[in-house]
T-cell receptor, first 114, second 110 residues
Framework: EAGVVQSPRYKIIEKKQPVAFWCNPISGHNTLYWYRQNLGQGPELLIRYENEEAVDDSQLPKDRFSAERLKGVDSTLKIQPAELGDSAVYLC????????????FGPGTRLTVL | SQQGEEDPQALSIQEGENATMNCSYKTSINNLQWYRQNSGRGLVHLILIRSNEREKHSGRLRVTLDTSKKSSSLLITASRAADTASYFCVFGTSGSRLTFGEGTQLTVNP
């Protein structure tokens, strides 16, 4: 069974530039999560999807961050414009049941904003 | 939402020794999970224990849950250098958000 796929693995951009991350969850998983992880800290939830509906986006900085999950499968997380403080690892995860059961994580995208 | 608090923040042991990490929380939970993160394999689910369970085993891992004390522990027996990683406890409540703490950084010295 293929795991959660994310791309790109690494991204270096200058501040004020836009950036997008892509995630393909495990086949059949209805729930998809985006997390941000700063160095030395645990992952912080940005947004959770149940199929194509964003059911928890309270932690998403909506002035510059946006996400979509068209057709309830793949998802894209965008930052526009990026700021220096956005440098972090962006993790995507999926699970087969709502919320509290096992989450399967992708390898993450390491973003560096210069 | 609230996060689990792991203790200790860092732990260094010799290969072959046992490692114990603890986690505390404040509200009622449906389940508690432990995850491991290292640079080689990313963030991986280790074990889930439900609120009506007191102990669970998986290979060299043993997890206990004490809902009266709102605490859990993860024991890794006969540790290996490959167990070097950050360990996170994460608990699920009704409402479905999992919140990660800062984790325990375990170093197993060969």
């Amino acid at each position: 069974e293929a795991g959660v796929v994310q791309s790109p693995r690494y991204k270096i951009i200058e501040k004020k530039q836009p950036v997008a991350f892509w995630c393909n969850p495990i086949s059949g998983h209805n729930t998809l999560y985006w997390y941000r992880q700063n160095l030395g800290q645990g992952p912080e939830l940005l947004i959770r999807y149940e199929n194509e509906e964003a059911v928890d986006d309270s932690q998403l900085p909506k002035d510059r961050f946006s996400a979509e999950r068209l057709k309830g499968v793949d998802s894209t997380l965008k930052i526009q414009p990026a700021e220096l403080g956005d440098s972090a690892v962006y993790l995507c995860a999926s699970s087969s049941e709502q919320g509290t059961d096992t989450q399967y994580f992708g390898p993450g995208t390491r973003l560096t904003v210069l | 939402s609230q996060q689990g608090e792991e203790d200790p923040q860092a732990l260094s042991i010799q290969e072959g020794e046992n490692a114990t990490m603890n986690c505390s929380y404040k509200t009622s939970i449906n389940n508690l999970q432990w995850y491991r993160q290292n640079s080689g394999r990313g963030l991986v689910h280790l074990i889930l224990i439900r609120s009506n369970e007191r102990e669970k085993h998986s290979g060299r891992l043993r997890v206990t849950l004490d809902t009266s004390k709102k605490s859990s522990s993860l024991l890794i027996t006969a540790s290996r250098a490959a167990d070097t990683a950050s360990y996170f406890c994460v608990f699920g409540t009704s409402g479905s958000r999992l919140t990660f703490g800062e984790g325990t950084q375990l170093t197993v010295n060969p």
